[in-house]
């Protein structure tokens, strides 16, 4: 059975910091590229960073670059995402996502971050 945990989301002050992590199960983790994606409310969902099997290379969105770091652990069949200098704006559902071909694409069930002071 495919699983995708997400977790680490809550709520944090503009400028602060979380680290939200994936563990999966169920497939050969080192096999897949990882994503995060996020949705805001209203708002279509968005890749935000991706990993390639290997751990390299790594891909962000524009709107994350520089504040955004995505890495994984093959060993523990874990992805993460630390996340920086937090802005209202990056507020969504965040979602890990496992992908080697439109057949064999998974999904987690999200984890909720919200900035607000």
């Known amino acids: 059975q495919v699983q995708l945990v997400e977790s680490g989301g809550g709520l944090v002050q503009p400028g602060g910091s979380l680290r939200l992590s994936c563990a999966a199960s169920g497939f050969t983790f080192s096999r897949y590229v990882m994503n995060w994606y996020r949705q805001a409310p209203g708002k279509e969902r968005e890749l935000v960073a991706a990993i390639a099997s290997n751990g390299f290379p790594t891909s962000y969105a524009d709107s994350v670059k520089g504040r955004f770091t995505i890495s994984r652990d093959n060993a523990k069949n874990t992805v993460y995402l630390q996340m920086n200098s937090l802005k209202p704006e990056d507020t969504a559902v965040y979602y890990c996502?496992?992908?080697?071909?439109?057949?064999?694409?998974?999904w987690g069930q999200g984890t909720q971050v919200t900035v607000s002071s």
């Open positions: 996502n496992a992908w080697l071909t439109l057949t064999y694409n998974y």
